[in-house]
């Protein structure tokens, strides 16, 4: 039977050794012990200390026969076989894979080798992910962004079950109270260090020429133009404006003050009628919040035209079809 060696303690991987010490130097200030949960399955977990032929390890308090680090898959209590989709690997799996780790950015070596995150904790994973506070957690955050490498990125599915949705790199990293106030989720703020922003680097892309479609140095010029357009006027209404271009989120443009919060998509082109372009990311970003608004800017670099509109207006006005269709293995 595999021994679990390492567990959960508010929500942060640790290891075997660093929770006997936890325990020991509770019971020495006479505090309550702190509440260990198992890596797999989140129930609560004890921590024992080496003994004759066996390494220090933890224990299920109270046996569940579905987690495969509290149940020998032998004999009646043997694990059930669930089917599931051939990327989905088990967590021992996710450790070799990962080079081994015991946070959800995984290093060896002084490097990071994969992400390991959890959907409950961070709701949108893998683009944004909340850093807690901690040492080593933030230095793992900051030597993320600062190194630029690719690394594979696992979402956890369920039970000793993690999914590889791709491979992505940190492009930003961080700290001010506006951002982490607002991608915190459901974490306290005083439990949040940092904001780490996340892009996939091996989804398909597009590079559309020709059938009337500006070369991409005029594409640029007319996006810039529309950016422009579009802070100018959002700043004439007293709000104030926070480009998240690069950060791959599903918008480009936080516009906020007292009372309304608004994140903007905006489309520009030279012509007179509206023709854009809509990536998968900020479709699953529009449809989630209700703040999210498409700003379309026509003839953006002579006589610019704004029409903003929700995604149910874009989806009662535009012809949403798609150029190409991508192909993956079926479950």
């Not at 640790?14 to 890596?39: D, G, H, M, T, Y």
Request: aromatic content about 8%.
């Amino acid at each position: 039977m595999t021994k679990a060696i390492t567990c959960l303690a508010d929500d942060l991987e640790v290891s075997i050794e660093a929770a006997l010490l936890s325990r020991s130097k509770a019971k020495a200030q006479r505090q309550s012990a702190p509440v260990f949960r198992c890596v797999e399955c989140r129930e609560v977990v004890d921590p024992h200390s080496e003994g004759v032929g066996s390494p220090a390890h933890f224990e299920h308090r109270a046996r569940n026969r579905h987690c495969s680090l509290s149940v020998p898959a032998t004999g009646r209590a043997q694990k059930r076989s669930v089917a599931r989709p051939f990327s989905w690997i088990t967590t021992a799996e996710l450790a070799k894979r990962t080079a081994g780790g015991d946070d959800y950015i995984r290093t060896k070596g002084g490097e990071v080798k994969g992400l390991a995150l959890n959907p409950r904790l961070n709701h949108d994973a893998p683009n944004i992910v909340v850093v807690g506070k901690g040492q080593r957690i933030e230095a793992r955050a900051k030597l993320f962004v600062e190194s630029g490498v690719t690394v594979p990125t696992f979402i956890k599915r369920g039970t000793n079950a993690w999914e590889l949705i791709g491979s992505y790199r940190a492009i930003e990293y961080r700290i001010e109270a506006a951002t982490v106030r607002r991608h915190r989720g459901s974490r306290p703020i005083d439990e949040v260090a940092g904001i780490l922003f996340l892009e996939r680097t091996d989804e398909v892309t597009i590079d559309v020429r020709g059938g009337g479609f500006a070369d991409s140095k005029t594409r640029k010029e007319v996006e810039q133009a529309a950016i422009a357009f579009v802070t100018a006027q959002y700043e004439s209404q007293r709000y104030k404006v926070e480009s998240h271009e690069s950060q791959n989120l599903g918008y480009d443009l936080w516009a906020f003050k007292p009372g309304s919060n608004l994140y903007l998509e905006v489309k520009g082109t030279a012509a007179d009628l509206p023709r854009f372009f809509f990536t998968r990311n900020e479709y699953r970003f529009a449809i989630r919040d209700a703040d999210w608004r498409l700003v379309m800017v026509t003839s953006a670099r002579t006589a610019p035209h704004l029409q903003v509109l929700t995604i149910e207006e874009v989806q009662r006005t535009f012809n949403l079809d798609p150029l190409v269709w991508e192909c993956t293995p079926a479950a």
